[in-house]
């Protein structure tokens, strides 16, 4: 019975900090976003059978005047529990879209050539407000609408697959692509594919790290990128790290790769000298 007491004392005390902590990290997350605190890093999507860059990944970081630099895994999952989720990605698709369109000017570069994929989280998905504000975004920056890919996950479509193929459909019409991300994990089903006006599938990065460790998962990677093409769709392998893994995404016909291999996601100034300052 003592010890039980004592339980419920540190679990309240436990309970007080946690709730402290997260107070704490509203306020600093507040505040990031008013002191341009946040960053965007960039990975390079390249075409594996010419190596020209075709495009980069847009993944959020937090300058933290404290604790350096952070990773999404820090502070996105309590910046969605704290409903600031929406406006730290606004911020972000509106600093990609800033980003390329100045690199289209600077460098001379057609619409064509490399197109920017910015993450969408499923509480923006849910939004009501998406269309308006990412229509606005994209005019403001003067970027082609279709140079934007708005990367979306299986799980954040199974809400309410309605409302969002509604939403989807009305991003296809702006003719902003879509991509599928970490396809192949949790939900996968053949049903999104034809419902829903997706432009590309990125295998998730899972499949190409275990390539040639599992066996019977090559198979299923096989026939995922298979499909994939029977169904017309462009294929991104991430997570590609090693010669092995770059050689069979080419023999597999991938159309773009994103991986260690080429690069970590970088800053702005340093994807800039590494690939159009050459
Ligand atoms: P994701 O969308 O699947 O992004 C790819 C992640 O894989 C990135 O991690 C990237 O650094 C990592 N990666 C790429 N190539 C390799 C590789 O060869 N090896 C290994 N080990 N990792 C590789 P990052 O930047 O830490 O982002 C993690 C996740 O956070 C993203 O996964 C995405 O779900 C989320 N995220 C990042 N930025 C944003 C954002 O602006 N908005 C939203 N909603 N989510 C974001
Ligand atoms: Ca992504
Ligand atoms: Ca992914
Ligand atoms: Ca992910």
Redesign the pocket.
Known sequence: KRNGRNNFFIYCDELHHETQQKNLLEKEIKFALQNDQFL??Y?PQICPSNNKVKGM?????WDHPSRGIL???EF?SIA?ELNL?GS??EW??KT?CIQLKSWQVKYGLADNDMSIS?????L?LQDMNLIESVSRIVSESGLSSHCLEL?I?ESSIIHSPETIATRLHQLDEMKIKLAL??FGTGYSSIEHLHLFPIHSL?I??SF??AYKQKRAQDRVLQAMIKFAKYLGLSVIA????TDEQLDFCLSQGCDLV????YS??ICALEFETKYFET
């Open positions: 965007v890093y990975q990944e847009a993944l959020v970081r990773g999404p895994s996105l969605e989720i730290i990605g972000v698709l990609a910015v993450n969408l989280s499923s923006q990367e996950t991300d970490d990125k998730d990065k190409i790290f991430e997570g590609v790290e994103q991986g260690y291999y970590k996601p």
